[in-house]
């Protein structure tokens, strides 16, 4: 009996033993467990969140420095951008597959003015109306804003300006007592006497390339002939109405004439840049992103140029394409309040100068083209502010890409000879009334 008893005794003990180590041993794994999930909680909350957008790659590194000046003043946020190609339409595209794909991994959409209709009508987009006032907009170009509204609704902050212009070359005109272009008329004449004269290999170049750029380049000559592509309110299209057709005869008759190198036909901005940086046009349409550049120590062209508004026909006005970068907030992020603190900071007064300071673009708040400091380093600024506020927006409508895109072809097989001015006016109408149910 004693025997037995000793038996179940040390039996238990052994028993009580054992769930004593397995109650301890359990007790520190949980703990540890515990330990080791809040240290890297942790370390996660303390690692900074990553806010994405995609741009063109020209502008990511115009970006740098204040994508460098944002991450030291807010080092819990790692602005990441991603370089895209330089063709508006093609960033447009990049975006779009990821919209569609779901769970797009960009936080910010770095926006053309022509994309608002298209992704706040598709619901990528979260209204802004909530977080910004209208006193504060009321800072802001009126032509920006609005081309950041969509159906009432706001969803575009404004980070900078654009308006196509005429570059010239101020000193042959001066030399040949010319005096700066007006209408259509005098800058073929000006040029023909010019190239005549050996002084330029070239007369005129522009984006003729089938992209983005050519509807905008279209939208300036057809203001300047009178006509006009959608009417947003009533969607009427113009296109086959003959100061539209006209509009492109002038722009067949500059490669024609020998004006415009063929070429032009595969051109975008950064081509024709080129082209006249080095000396070889006595004028360009652009944007005005060239001031700078054309201004550099390398440039054939350094000191010799001027702008001015688009030319025109008689007895029409100017029409400068109104262009422009925003900002706006990607629905679906998971880091909107981050996202939103990135677009505060690039749309403030001073960080909005210091890139205008380092790069030439044209400001989106209305107070910077007086700006003290901006016009000592860029004198025509005043006069800009007169160009922006005239600019022409393309359609503001949801199925802009689309109505771009027919013009685009069309504009194109006229340029190219594969259709007359007349047949390509024709065809593009009668698509666009397609598109918006009007045929
Ligand atoms: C500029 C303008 C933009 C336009 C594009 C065309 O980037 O700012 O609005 O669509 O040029 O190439």
């Known amino acids: 009996m004693m025997i037995l008893k000793s038996i179940w005794r040390s039996w238990t003990n052994q028993w009580h033993h054992l769930w004593q180590q397995r109650i301890f041993y359990g007790a520190i794994a949980a703990i540890t467990a515990v330990l080791v999930f809040g240290i890297h909680s942790f370390v996660l909350s303390q690692q900074p969140v990553q ?42 595209d990049l975006y779009t597959s990821a919209f569609l794909l779901g769970d797009s991994i960009y936080d910010i959409v770095y926006m053309d003015i022509v994309w608002t209709p298209k992704f706040a009508a598709a619901g990528w987009l979260e209204p802004l109306d909530d977080r910004v006032s209208d006193e504060e907009l009321s800072a802001f170009l009126e032509g920006d804003i609005e081309g950041g509204r969509y159906d009432g609704k706001l969803y575009r902050m404004p980070f900078r300006s654009d308006a196509g212009m005429l570059y010239y070359r101020k000193d042959l005109l001066e030399e040949n007592g010319f005096e700066p272009p007006e209408t259509t008329e005098e800058l073929i004449e000006i040029s023909q006497t010019l190239q005549e004269q050996g002084d330029v290999e070239w007369g005129y170049v522009w984006q003729g390339r089938q992209y983005e750029g050519l509807a905008a380049v279209f939208v300036e000559v057809l203001e300047g002939h009178g006509g006009f592509w959608v009417n947003p309110e009533t969607e009427e299209v113009g296109l086959d109405e003959p100061e ?36 070889r046009t006595v004028f360009m349409r652009n944007w005005p992103y060239v001031w700078p550049l054309a201004n550099e120590d390398d440039s054939a062209v350094q000191g010799k140029i001027a702008i001015k508004p688009m030319v025109h026909q008689a007895g029409f006005n100017s029409g400068a394409c109104q262009g422009g970068w925003g900002l706006a907030l990607v629905k679906d992020s998971p880091h909107k309040e981050e996202a939103w603190r990135v677009i505060e900071f690039m749309t403030s007064e001073s960080v909005q100068k210091q890139f205008i300071l380092d790069t030439a673009y044209v400001p989106s708040r209305r107070s910077l083209f007086n700006d003290p400091d901006i016009v000592a380093e860029y004198s ?27 013009l685009q072809r069309n504009l194109s097989s006229a340029l190219t000879g594969r259709l007359s001015p007349q047949q390509a006016m024709e065809q593009a109408a009668a698509e666009t009334r397609r598109l918006l149910g009007r045929a």
């Open 244 to 279: 539209a057709i006209a509009a492109l005869e002038f722009l067949t008759d500059t490669i024609d004439q020998g004006i415009s190198p063929t070429g032009v036909t595969t051109y975008q901005e950064e081509e024709a840049r080129r082209f006249f940086q080095n000396g």
């Open 380 to 406: 025509h600024y005043p006069d800009l502010l007169e160009v922006q506020e005239r600019s022409v927006l393309r359609p503001p409508i949801a199925q802009y890409a689309q109505a771009s895109d027919i």
């Open 51 to 92: 806010v994405s957008i995609l741009m063109q790659a020209l502008e990511r590194s115009q970006w740098e420095p204040i994508v460098e000046r944002f991450e030291e003043e807010n080092p819990d946020i790692d602005l990441e951008i991603v370089e895209g190609p330089n063709a508006t339409n093609l960033v447009e």
